[in-house]
């Protein structure tokens, strides 16, 4: 049987590789610690006006309310329902959308100005729009969310399926393969990697689309926490609001690479 034991210098390898990742995650941990050090002692100093920049304490507390009074769980909830509905509908109607725009050309041509102008237009102007046609409430919201995500998956699509390696599209054609053996023995499995960036960037705009939605029209939600929050100027329940927004968010995020990393690994489909 082959030796499978890894050489001195892979093992060496691996071991600043395993030291560099310890740093790398040991900073981000200080820089986490230093920034709510400084926020709450500027606070309690009177550095900074703690009734509108609140402090790392008082997040806790409003924190620590809402899940006593059990509205935490409904609100983030409401939210993640939300981004997780249209992150999944923008990425799969986008990918779609791109399959048909590779698949025909002409089609391509004639709505490639149309995407173009979509893309560049503010989505705030169309939330008042989403409110008229759907009405004031969850599917408003959804829509608002593949506003933004969807256009941004099909041009990225769109681009990773026409950047396609050449020699090997002559190659199948030269084989007599069709164009959708091509699709699907070719085009979708380079383009993965363009998937999952793409997958990155809606997580992001997924949460932009719920939270702008959620400003507008909702009855729950954390976008619905920070507006009432600031409407009542209690910038303590803005601020737990945000930040139990950017941990979701984060935590939607490591599932994406948690998944793009059991492809990788599980199923080797990514090279």
Known sequence: MP??????????????????????RAVQIFLLLFFLILWEVSARLGW??????????????TVSVLYQSGDLWVHLWTSCAETAAGFILGTLTGTLVAVLLWWSDFLSRVLEPYLVVLN?????????????????GTSSIIAMTLAISLIVTILNMLA??????????????????????????????????????????NVGLSWVGVVMGEFLVSKAGLGYLIVYGSQVFNMDLVMASVLV?????????RIVLWLEKFLKKRLGVIA
């Open 160 to 201: 990773g399926f026409i950047s396609t390696d050449g020699e090997k599209l002559r190659l199948l054609k030269s084989m007599g393969a069709s164009r959708g053996q091509i699709l699907r023995k070719l085009v979708l499995p380079s383009n993965l990697p363009t998937l999952f960036n793409t997958l990155r960037v």
């Open 3 to 24: 030796d499978l034991t890894p050489s001195p210098r892979r093992l060496a390898w691996l071991r600043r590789q395993k030291r560099q990742r310890s740093a790398v």
């Open 48 to 61: 900074i006006d703690a009734f509108i920049f609140s402090s790392p304490f008082r997040v806790a507390k």
């Open 120 to 136: 560049a237009l503010p989505k705030t102007a169309l939330g008042p729009i989403f409110i008229v046609w759907i009405g004031a």
């Open 245 to 253: 927004l950017a941990a979701a968010a984060v935590v939607m995020y």
